[in-house]
């Protein structure tokens, strides 16, 4: 009778544990069970301890289950200055910068859609000025600014082109006094170009002195109503040139060299103002 109950226990508990157990360890546990009931083995004590072995095995079938799992170690953290659109900075990072331009300003700029539909006065300014000693540079330097003035008018949008009247230039010259300087000029637009000569001079004993004369121009092209910057160019152009008998001396010579070559450096500047203002006009 004892040994009746304690098979029927063990029979219990099996039914239980089999329930939490995985499949894998069914299977292997219902072959034990069987060869032990069928031989008839389990018996009073040895019954006993087979139950409570029982007890345990789901217990050891789900942690073998959990230590299969290995653990991954956890990813490094992004050292990267550049981020994805969630947590990318719309603000500058230094508050220095506040004291110039403000972030909501900054937006507006970088936001705004610029049209030069109404943009027809255009004033043109030249930093860099040049002293002439010789009068056939200083007409040179007259027919170079007439030829600028109607290469740019050739635009069907500009109306008017004027140079900037030497009274209205201010002696710091940045953008917020060019652009008031404009405004009082009424002008819709201010090209501001400067220039940069390279000379190369080649004195020859037997023979004509040579000169080698590369002239680099540079230009913003700025509307005046919004103070953006809507253009920029850089051209060059170089000349080389031997003295002729009518020069005073080979100084004459180079000026006259340099002098070429800005005139035609500013009238590849020209071209290209033109066809952007074209451009974006329509």
């Known amino acids: 009778m004892k040994k009746s109950f304690v098979a029927f226990v063990a029979v219990a508990?099996?039914?239980?544990?089999?329930?939490?157990?995985?499949?894998?360890?069914?299977?292997?546990?219902?072959?034990?069970?069987?060869?032990?009931?069928?031989?008839?083995?389990?018996?009073?004590?040895?019954a006993l301890g087979?139950?409570?072995?029982?007890?345990?095995?789901?217990?050891?079938?789900?942690?073998?289950?959990?230590?299969?799992?290995?653990?991954?170690?956890?990813?490094?953290?992004?050292?990267?200055?550049?981020?994805?659109?969630?947590?990318?900075?719309?603000?500058s990072l230094f508050k220095g910068d506040q004291a110039v331009l403000s972030n909501q300003d900054i937006d507006r700029i970088l936001a705004a859609r610029i049209t030069l539909e109404d943009r027809r006065r255009l004033a043109v300014l030249r930093l860099n000025s040049r002293n002439t000693w010789f009068q056939d540079i200083a007409d040179l330097?007259?027919?170079?600014?007439?030829?600028?003035?109607?290469?740019?008018?050739?635009?069907?949008?500009?109306?008017?082109?004027?140079?900037?009247?030497?009274?209205?230039?201010?002696?710091?010259?940045t953008v917020p006094y060019l652009?008031?300087?404009?405004?009082?000029?009424?002008?819709?637009?201010?090209?501001?170009?400067?220039?940069?000569?390279?000379?190369?001079r080649r004195d020859r004993l037997i023979g004509a002195d040579e000169v080698h004369a590369e002239a680099i121009v540079e230009s913003v092209l700025l509307d005046v109503r919004t103070g953006i910057v809507i253009h920029t160019s850089q051209t060059g152009e170089s000349i080389s040139a031997k003295k002729a008998p009518g020069d005073a001396n080979f100084s004459e010579t180079v000026a006259k060299a340099e002098t070429e070559a800005t005139g035609k450096a500013l009238l590849k500047l020209a071209d290209a103002v033109v066809a952007f203002v074209s451009t974006v006009a329509k």
């Not at 544990?17 to 009931?37: D, H, K, W």
């Not at 799992?69 to 956890?74: K, S």
């Not at 330097?141 to 140079?163: C, D, H, M, W, Y």
């Open 50 to 91: 087979f139950v409570l072995l029982l007890a345990f095995l789901p217990a050891l079938g789900c942690g073998m289950k959990k230590m299969a799992a290995p653990l991954l170690p956890p990813p490094p953290p992004d050292l990267s200055i550049i981020g994805g659109d969630s947590d990318r900075l719309q603000e």
């Open 141 to 173: 330097e007259t027919q170079n600014s007439e030829r600028l003035l109607k290469a740019l008018g050739s635009a069907p949008q500009i109306t008017q082109v004027r140079f900037m009247p030497t009274l209205l230039i201010p002696e710091r010259r």
């Open 13 to 46: 508990a099996i039914a239980t544990s089999l329930a939490a157990t995985p499949a894998s360890a069914q299977r292997y546990l219902g072959a034990a069970i069987a060869g032990g009931l069928i031989g008839g083995a389990i018996v009073g004590r040895a």
């Open 179 to 200: 652009r008031e300087a404009a405004a009082r000029f009424q002008a819709d637009l201010l090209l501001i170009y400067g220039t940069r000569i390279q000379t190369f």
